[in-house]
């Protein structure tokens, strides 16, 4: 058994808070900013009701075995002094965010030896802040080394796909090529139903080719065909749905472009692979 306290309990949050519970093993410590008195997760295959420990300042924390962060990247200072407190006896943070930068974006608070990288692909939003919906099953895809295989371990009997991975790196670079094509439906604001458009097509190849050289340039080994197969990808979504960046945009909240789009142009200037897609499209988020 392991005490877990989890920080940014929104969708992803909340999801592993159900995945977690599901084991019967371990015993959860919820950190919110407000008391969060229920939390309920509907899976595709049940509704979950959650049992934990709720803490709303960081000033309560007991040292814990295991933190996970699963705020939005952006929110990421604000989770340094909980960090502190859960910490005190050296317990690892799993950074489970969007992104390439999991372990930079925590350096200043945590040691990067104790940092666990992971990817989560999993559709879930929250309907309300105790009410989350799971919309498809979930995949970890978590760095294979001795600390990501033991935060592997605490997911035994959950039934979500746990894939330990040598090379994160193309994991990450993956994932971030698939995300690149959510910014031209934000910057549109309108759902997948706009990638059928032929030209929208084509700017979304450009987007991800621009994306996957960067990631290469990087180190990442990705499929040559990888822009197409994000752009059929796309295609096959439900002409309403909503990916995470227009979500946040249609609801007003910050979006995290800098630790997607951001990433793709300054990882480009580093390694001199032009990205003039990638450049527009940050300059117009960031605008809006
Ligand atoms: N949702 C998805 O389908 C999905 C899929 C794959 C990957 N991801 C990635 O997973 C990460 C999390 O996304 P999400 O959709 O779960 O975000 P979210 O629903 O917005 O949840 C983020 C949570 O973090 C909390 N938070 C922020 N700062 C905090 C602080 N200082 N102390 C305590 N709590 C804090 C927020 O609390 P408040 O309620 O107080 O604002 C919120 O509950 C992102 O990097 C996202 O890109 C999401």
């Known amino acids: 058994m392991a005490r877990i306290a989890i920080v940014g309990v929104g969708a992803i949050g909340s999801v592993i808070a159900a995945l977690l519970q599901s084991t019967e093993q371990h015993e959860l410590v919820l950190c919110t900013r407000r008391p969060l008195p229920r939390l309920d997760v509907e899976t595709p295959g049940r509704s979950i009701h959650v049992h934990y420990t709720n803490i709303t300042a960081p000033s309560q924390a007991q040292p814990v075995d295991w ?7 952006y929110d990421a200072p604000g989770t340094a002094v909980w960090i502190e407190h859960l910490c005190r006896q050296g317990a690892p943070v ?8 999991h372990r930079e974006r925590f350096a200043s608070y945590v040691p990067a030896d104790r940092i666990v990288p992971v990817i989560i692909d999993c559709p879930a939003e929250r309907r309300a802040p ?25 997911f035994d009997g959950s039934g979500a796909q746990i894939t330990l991975t040598a090379d994160f790196l193309s994991a990450a670079w993956r994932k971030l ?9 934000a910057l549109l604001g309108k759902p997948a139903g706009v990638f059928q458009d032929e030209a929208i097509g084509r700017a979304t190849l450009d987007v991800v080719r621009e994306c996957a050289a960067v990631g290469r340039a990087v180190g990442a080994i990705l499929d040559e065909d990888l822009p197409q197969k994000v752009l059929a990808q796309y295609r096959n979504f439900p002409v309403d749905s909503v ?12 979006m995290e472009t800098d630790a997607r789009i951001g990433a793709i142009v300054r990882f480009g200037q580093q390694h001199s692979i032009p990205t003039p897609c990638n450049s527009l499209l940050l300059s117009l988020l960031e605008a809006i």
Do not use: W, Y
Request: glycine content about 10%; some cysteine; aromatic content about 4%.
């Open 67 to 73: 933190v996970i962060v699963a705020t939005k990247t």
């Open 243 to 254: 990916n995470s960046l227009l979500a946040d945009r249609l609801a007003g909240r910050p």
């Open 177 to 185: 090529c698939i995300n690149s094509a959510g910014s031209i439906s």
């Open 94 to 101: 799993a950074v489970i965010q969007n992104g390439v930068e």
């Open 130 to 154: 105790d009410s989350v919906h799971q919309r498809g099953p979930v995949e970890l895809f978590i760095e294979a080394d001795t600390l990501g295989r033991s935060f592997g371990m605490i």
